[in-house]
């Protein structure tokens, strides 16, 4: 039996290094980490065949003394923290003092540093824990540091090393999560001899368009929330930019990247009535608040953390997200604005909108009728009613069109329908081109959520009750869950053991859609219960209602009908993208339409 022993000093640093320096990027990141925490303000990284040959950081920070050289290369020593308070409030990137000891456990490192206070730099060799003699150099104030042969110490791990190229794209992608948490500093990297990135000091916008790419910023959003000691800043993806892969994902808590499930799950959800089916969102977000509250000493690499009170910051990420993603209204700024105008909570009290040329300004009126809260007024007879009028494609005075088109509202006023599917406005930009299944599925969608209150979805009766046939399993399910049928908006009675008549349907939904619907619903019911469709999948339920309720292709839509749809799509939130996340509605600028038809060349 073997005896108990203790490992050498040296074994353990390999240990710890295994843990600290998974790979070159891994390295790279420690190194840059310290760069910062002591004022870097340019900083400039060379690395050979991916960081794997070398790997050399440079920097114009305040150095470290000659008289901690030796110190700041052994376990656990460092300048950042010196007892539990200060490890439970930690604001630094590093805090445990074992980067430069475990790199030099399984490399060749050089390090070469001057303070302002001193006359010249100094330095101090390492290799396998072993450390050399402190000795003159020549550099300005600042450190350098040279890694050389990572793994050359620990061969067996070298071996699980990708390409020189994957390394390199490890490398890439940690300095852009450190080129993004500090904009204000200066970025230069060159790889194999070769300049590769260069980003100059800049704004918080700028440096996001010069990492992530000017589709990216083009697609952004703002945010800036702040409630008490939380802030949450940065920019969010347009939902119909989704990516298939979420390599496009950045997370800062406190100015250090993060992976954490609370955030991303929060940022998951505000997405959930936007997204498109297994696409995933964009996003560079910074969330600050009070270091006490936030632990990061979780794990060797600091990239999880633990928040004191997790369910608070999740209601937080999930709020601000949700009420950015809500300003995609027509007409929004590009400032993360509310709507135009709230949903009205009460169905039976629900006023349409009037545009007023003249005043430059909506007016509110009572529908005449349910369809009219569904489609707008659609009595053309009405002169007096803007959305009512239908727009004549031979103006009899060309500035009179003119005017009338400037004061257009954002979606303008609709002109023709095309194939059944889609609908073509004119604005004071140019064409808008809409589709209208999306965009109503989207209204219907809001107006159901809106109204659903304790009391369940409003319901209206049919003035005659149609029969549907149905399964033994679905009749079953009449009866056990005919409580909750009722709270969603439908009367059900069975006629027989394969028959049900529907006397009532939920007051958004076209009864001519019900059949299908309650098939669906049914199915919902006997797999997840009552409960759950209610509560968590309620959302998601009512998403399936307005895709059952919205018009369908080859739908005639009349003029003013038209209009009304547009109107309901200036009103409402997150009106840029259907429940399944497919944009509703695109604009083709009239600069574009000259340059097709080469007007004025």
């Known amino acids: 039996m073997k005896r108990i022993q203790a490992l050498s000093p040296a074994l353990i640093a390999q240990i710890a290094a295994g843990e600290v320096v998974e790979r070159p990027a891994s390295a790279l990141k420690e190194l840059i980490e310290n760069s910062l925490d002591a004022g870097a303000s340019d900083i400039s990284v060379f690395l050979d065949e991916g960081g794997i040959r070398g790997i050399r950081v440079e920097d114009d920070g305040h150095g470290i003394a000659k008289e901690d050289l030796c110190l700041a290369m052994t376990s656990h020593a460092t300048s950042k923290i010196g007892s539990l308070e200060d490890l439970e409030q930690v604001a630094s990137l590093g805090f445990r003092g074992e980067a430069l000891a475990s790199i030099a456990a399984i490399a060749n490192v050089r390090v070469l540093t001057r303070t302002e206070l001193e006359s010249q730099a100094w330095s101090i060799r390492a290799s396998g824990g072993r450390m050399g003699e402190i000795e003159p150099a020549a550099r300005t104030h600042g450190c350098t540091v040279i890694v050389e042969d990572l793994y050359a110490h620990t061969p067996a791990r070298r071996k699980f090393l990708k390409t020189a190229a994957t390394e390199y794209g490890h490398c890439d992608e940690a300095l852009a999560r450190l080129a993004l948490a500090r904009p204000e500093v200066k970025w230069t990297i060159h790889h194999n001899g070769r300049l590769t990135r260069h980003w100059p000091k800049a704004s918080l916008a700028a440096r996001v368009s010069d990492v992530m790419g000017e589709d990216f910023a083009q697609a952004a959003l703002p945010l800036d929330q702040v409630i008490g000691t939380l802030r949450l800043y940065g920019v969010v993806g347009r939902p119909a930019a989704a990516k298939s892969s979420r390599d496009a994902q950045y997370a800062f808590v406190n100015g250090r990247y993060v992976r ?271 409960g759950r469709v209610l509560t968590e999948r309620r959302d998601a339920l009512l998403a399936g209602f307005a895709c059952h309720g919205a018009v369908r292709a080859n739908r005639q839509l009349t003029l003013p009908e038209m209009n009304a749809l547009l109107r309901d799509m200036e009103r409402i939130d997150r009106a840029d993208q259907c429940n399944h996340g497919r944009p509703t509605w695109r604009m083709v600028p009239l600069a574009e339409l000259d340059q097709w038809f080469m007007r004025g060349e």
């Open 260 to 530: 954490d499930k609370v955030l991303s799950h929060a940022i998951r959800q505000a997405y959930q009535d936007v997204l498109h089916h297994e696409k995933h969102p964009s996003y560079v977000l910074y969330l600050e608040l009070d270091p006490a509250l936030v632990d990061v000493n979780v794990h060797p690499a600091k990239t999880e953390v633990r928040f004191r009170d997790s369910q608070a910051i999740y209601r937080f990420v999930l709020h601000s997200i949700q009420q950015v993603l809500a300003s995609t209204s027509p007409g929004a700024s590009a400032e993360g604005l509310r709507g135009l105008a709230e949903m009205n909570s009460d169905v039976g009290a629900r006023t349409v909108p009037q545009w007023n040329p003249g005043q430059q300004a909506w007016t509110m009126r009572q529908p005449d009728t349910h369809y009219e809260v569904l489609f707008g007024k659609a009595n053309a007879e009405s002169s007096h009613d803007e959305l009512a009028q239908p727009r004549s494609l031979h103006p009899l005075d060309e500035r009179t069109s003119h005017d009338e088109i400037s004061e257009s509202p954002p979606l303008g006023f609709a002109i023709a329908q095309l194939h059944g599917i889609y609908i073509l406005a004119q604005n004071a930009q140019g064409l808008i081109v809409v589709d209208m299944h999306a965009a109503h599925e989207r209204v219907v969608y809001e107006r159901l959520k809106a109204s659903y209150g304790d009391q369940g979805l409003p319901s209206q009766p049919l003035l005659l009750p149609r029969s549907i046939a149905i399964t033994a399993l679905e009749a079953a399910a009449v009866e056990e869950f005919n409580e909750t049928l009722s709270l969603l908006g439908f009367d059900l009675a069975l006629l027989g053991p394969q028959t049900v008549a529907v006397r009532s349907v939920p007051l958004l939904i076209d009864e001519q859609a019900s059949a299908e619907l309650i098939r669906s619903l049914l199915a919902e019911l006997r797999d997840y219960g009552a």
